[in-house]
């Protein structure tokens, strides 16, 4: 049996609103044990013998039949996760700036979004890491920043997902 991590794409931001529970509650009929939601932010942990992509398969189709939008999600085990935590490259605890991790399942995406580092001030900074982009940016600045600004367009939906470093913490405790 592995831990997982589901990262939601887009809940309960952008018209996409669903109460977490709700959310579990689907997920477990599902047959997956151990659900835990983590924030309202599409943050889940489950329990499956099955393999990650497996696991994202099934969680697409439930949350969409489930509740009727196009559901992206993206699955690590919860060993993967703490391996990208211990990775972040810089001080993660600046005051008023941001720490991400943006995960990202198509690495020629992953790649285009690492080469938008050379366009940045000297107040943001992204980094590639293993299937993921490390981001720091100013508070208040992240959805006007150049990379807020670029992820957020919907090329981007279906293989992006965002989380502060404090999120992904929560989710390995």
Known sequence: MTRYAALLRGVNVGGITMKMADVRDA???DGFTGVTTILASGNMLLDSTES???VKERLQQVLGARFGYEAWVLVYDLDTIGRIIAEF???????????????CSDPSVLAELAALGGDLDETE???A????LYWQVPRSQTLGSPIGKTTGKKRYKSTTTTRNLRTLHKLVR
């Open 27 to 29: 997920i477990e009929a």
């Open 52 to 54: 990650a992509s497996t």
């Open 89 to 103: 490259p810089w001080e993660p605890e600046i005051e008023d700036v941001h720490s991400y991790v943006m995960f």
């Open 125 to 127: 900074r992204i980094a």
């Open 129 to 132: 890491g293993n299937g993921v």
